[in-house]
């Protein structure tokens, strides 16, 4: 392309490139980071920047070599990946568009971007794929296939985004390829270009009007799908409402989500039911201690979770969740560690999540002392026993007359009585707070004779009451429900959680695969500490897989320490507890936690252990570098050359000092500025050096070796004249070795 004609086919290409990128952006809603369509547009312009570079196919190389690094800066833009990696480059990118374009066929259009990450990545790759296209066009000068390229790349989104504004922008169409045909023909254009040009821009405003494909976007191509449909996403609503009139699963599992993680079975949790009222549990706006973790909680569990059929708001984490990243996906959340999609979860949607999921063994437990702060034990918490009913905490006096005195001074809980009857002939008289938990633990799971089942019988009480004191039989809803309450009543700060268990782990993967038939119910109790802790009092039977693989929970399940002394808060270990885990104190088995300003100044020590390092190696390199300059000086036998070296050396020492008068200074020169800087006489070493420089042939090699050595003695004596900070900032000075302002 003749240089003349670069700045029309620059202007041409970008407004053809802004017209697709808006075609584009019109998908999205709320338009999110538009910045990134224009730098992908941007981008795709280079084939058309770079003509003058080489002739001939030369030419077709700089222009292929141009859009090839284009190609891979637009990818790292679209998808975030970066071109660092070779390896992992292509293939991550490979599917993350292909998970974006498949999801075009489940997500209605305009989509979130903020939520469907995958598809804003694929739209920016469309439009630097067409804009490329057409930049290769008009340098090519071909204004018809640039048209067609135009028209294609600008009508098919038009087509996906419905009839809203389509008129408007399909004269926006018509301009643009006026401007190609304008900007790129010399001569007069032939009457019939025109006529085709509009009759196809008109037919993409058809297009984009036409009932027949623009229903709220391309859901309605599902037919079209060369690949299997996605499961149709399914809600677990009927687990998570806290119902006791029975439960159904599906007859076909649906996995709605997958989890990459650690091979550890946990629960994932999706919320927490923090008040009991009206005879079941409720959830509320989380409370402050819904989030209360001790102050060790540093080493945190990373998920990485892709949603694949579930239909719901809340984002799941595994165990206590701490805290989420979903990219910019608008999450609201009011306490760490509980979070929602109000536009709710889709297909494909990915986030990250940190959960705190401790280890304890049954003994550590039991060493855990009933200290609750006041935000779980203040009335309208997690003491409570009805709306704004609170029960004395664990280890207050005359707890049991206390309850007793709350149930009389309330008659809506006189029906409860015997539930709580049965929480104290359980568990009341156990000695600290996780022996309370085991006991009603097992006695759910093994010792109390129930049962698991879907569809137990009704009775004519308070469900949970009848669930305790006559049927004996319930599903997951009823073991949480029951077991939480009774932790209240025996003063144990408690609370229900929903969400999964574990399901099956996928070790090729690495995935934990969750399906709809793991959604359950459990309990959390907290321990000082600890912070919440899961229990699981629902027994064998049910259909969901997995179960808490914690220590203290494998003990609960055994019955192993539920009447000895590791229980009862004596010192005896469990011999079933003889393997240490992370962070635990070698040879005590007891998990440490320190306190924050303990925490935080070993942090701050080994930040500080790890500048030093880093300094003290950038030091060492320095002098090492130094060194090496000096001694390469002296690998001669010529002594002219070596008292050029010995000139050469002063000359440094001097500037490391930031004398910059020495940069250029002769011998005499350099002698005066010792003399007059650092009051030190030079001349013995100025003599020596001169007499091998300049003397006659036959004495130079005696007085080069005494310049050496009269060198060393000045430097000496001038060490001495300089103070301490003065010598180390000239040893790690880099002005001698070119560094200078």
């Known amino acids: 392309m003749p240089r003349a004609g670069l700045p029309r086919a620059l202007a041409v290409s970008a407004v053809t490139a802004a017209v697709l990128a808006a075609a584009w952006l019109r998908l999205e809603s709320p338009l999110d980071r538009p910045l990134r369509a224009i730098g992908v547009a941007a981008l795709a312009l280079l084939p058309v920047v770079v003509p003058g570079l080489a002739r001939g196919r030369g030419a077709v190389a700089v222009r292929v070599l141009a859009a090839t690094v284009a190609a891979v800066l637009a990818a790292w833009i679209a998808f975030g990946v970066s071109p660092l990696h070779p390896r992992h480059f292509p293939g991550t990118v490979g599917s993350r568009f292909g998970n974006g374009f498949l999801d075009f066929y489940d997500v209605k259009t305009p989509f979130d971007p903020r939520v469907h990450a995958e598809m804003r990545g694929t739209i920016l790759a469309a439009v630097f794929c067409f804009a490329l296209a057409v930049s290769f066009a008009v340098a090519a000068r071909r204004p018809l296939l640039a048209c067609l390229v135009l028209l294609v790349g600008a009508g098919w989104p038009a087509t996906l985004r419905g009839n809203g504004g389509a008129l408007l922008f399909g004269v926006v169409i018509l301009l643009a390829v006026l401007?190609?045909?304008?900007?790129?023909?010399?001569?007069?254009?032939?009457?019939?270009?025109?006529?085709?040009?509009?009759?196809?821009?008109?037919?993409?405003?058809?297009?984009?009007t036409s009932a027949a494909v623009a229903k709220g976007g391309l859901v309605s191509w599902q037919r079209w799908d060369p690949y299997t449909a996605p499961q149709t996403p399914v809600s677990v609503s009927f687990v998570w409402d806290a119902q006791y009139n029975g439960i159904t699963?599906?007859?076909?599992?649906?996995?709605?989500?997958?989890?990459?993680?650690?091979?550890?079975?946990?629960?994932?949790?999706?919320?927490?039911?923090?008040?009991?009222?009206?005879?079941?549990?409720?959830?509320?706006?989380?409370?402050?201690?819904?989030?209360?973790?001790?102050?060790?909680?540093?080493?945190?569990?990373?998920?990485?979770?892709?949603?694949?059929?579930?239909?719901?708001?809340?984002?799941?984490?595994?165990?206590?969740?701490?805290?989420?990243?979903?990219?910019?996906?608008?999450?609201?959340?009011?306490?760490?560690?509980?979070?929602?999609?109000?536009?709710?979860?889709?297909?494909?949607?990915?986030?990250?999540?940190?959960?705190?999921?401790?280890?304890?063994?049954?003994?550590?437990?039991?060493?855990?002392?009933?200290?609750?702060?006041?935000?779980?034990?203040?009335?309208?918490?997690?003491?409570?026993?009805?709306?704004?009913?609170?029960?004395?905490?664990?280890?207050?006096?005359?707890?049991?007359?206390?309850?007793?005195?709350?149930?009389?001074?309330?008659?809506?809980?006189?029906?409860?009585?015997?539930?709580?009857?049965?929480?104290?002939?359980?568990?009341?008289?156990?000695?600290?707070?996780?022996?309370?938990?085991?006991?009603?633990?097992?006695?759910?799971?093994?010792?109390?004779?129930?049962?698991?089942?879907?569809?137990?019988?009704?009775?004519?009480?308070?469900?949970?009451?009848?669930?305790?004191?006559?049927?004996?039989?319930?599903?997951?809803?009823?073991?949480?429900?029951?077991?939480a309450l009774m932790l209240r009543y025996l003063g144990v700060p408690a609370r229900v959680a929903v969400g999964f268990s574990s399901g099956a782990y996928d070790g090729g993967r690495g995935v934990w695969k969750v399906s709809d038939h793991d959604a359950h119910a459990w309990v959390e109790v907290w321990f000082a500490g600890y912070g919440w802790l899961p229990f699981d009092p629902t027994p064998a039977g049910r259909p969901e897989h997995g179960q808490l693989s914690a220590p203290y929970a494998a003990a609960a399940r055994s019955g192993g320490g539920v009447g000895g002394r590791a229980i009862r808060g004596g010192s005896q270990l469990d011999p079933r507890e003889g393997a240490h885990h992370h962070g635990e104190q070698e040879g005590t088995g007891v998990k440490t936690f320190d306190s924050p300003a303990a925490h935080g100044g070993s942090r701050q020590g080994s930040l500080i252990v790890l500048v030093a390092t880093v300094l003290a190696a950038l030091a060492a390199g320095v002098v090492l570098l130094k060194l090496a300059l000096r001694g390469s000086r002296y690998l001669t036998r010529d002594p002219r050359r070596v008292a050029a070296a010995c000139r050469r050396e002063l000359a440094d020492y001097l500037l490391d000092q930031q004398i910059d008068a020495a940069r250029s200074a002769t011998l005499h020169e350099l002698g005066a500025l010792v003399r007059h800087e650092l009051a030190v006489d030079p001349d013995s070493f100025v003599g020596a050096a001169t007499a091998a420089r300049f003397g006659p042939p036959e004495g130079a090699t005696v007085a080069a070796r005494r310049a050496r050595r009269e060198l060393r003695a000045l430097r000496r004596a001038m060490r001495v004249r300089l103070r301490a900070r003065d010598r180390v900032r000239g040893l790690l000075s880099l002005r001698s070795v070119g560094f200078a302002p």
């Not at 708001?313 to 990219?327: E, I, N």
């Open 249 to 483: 699963f599906p007859k076909k599992r649906t996995t709605v989500l997958e989890v990459k993680a650690p091979r550890r079975s946990l629960y994932w949790r999706a919320a927490v039911l923090d008040e009991f009222t009206r005879d079941r549990w409720d959830e509320t706006l989380p409370l402050r201690a819904d989030a209360l973790e001790p102050a060790g909680a540093r080493s945190l569990l990373r998920q990485d979770v892709q949603i694949l059929a579930l239909s719901d708001t809340r984002l799941v984490g595994a165990s206590v969740p701490l805290r989420f990243d979903a990219g910019d996906a608008p999450l609201e959340t009011h306490v760490p560690g509980i979070a929602s999609l109000p536009t709710g979860l889709t297909r494909g949607f990915r986030y990250t999540a940190w959960s705190y999921a401790p280890r304890p063994t049954a003994s550590q437990l039991a060493r855990s002392r009933p200290r609750y702060p006041v935000e779980l034990v203040e009335r309208g918490t997690f003491l409570d026993v009805w709306h704004r009913v609170n029960v004395p905490a664990f280890g207050a006096p005359g707890r049991e007359a206390a309850v007793a005195e709350v149930i009389g001074a309330h008659p809506v809980l006189g029906r409860y009585a015997p539930l709580v009857e049965a929480a104290f002939r359980v568990a009341g008289h156990a000695a600290t707070p996780y022996a309370t938990a085991a006991a009603l633990e097992q006695w759910f799971r093994t010792t109390g004779g129930f049962r698991y089942a879907n569809h137990p019988a009704a009775g004519g009480g308070a469900p949970l009451v009848d669930f305790v004191a006559s049927t004996r039989a319930g599903y997951c809803q009823h073991f949480a429900g029951a077991m």
């Open 179 to 208: 401007v190609v045909l304008a900007g790129l023909t010399t001569r007069h254009i032939p009457r019939a270009v025109l006529p085709a040009a509009v009759g196809l821009a008109l037919a993409a405003v058809a297009a984009s």
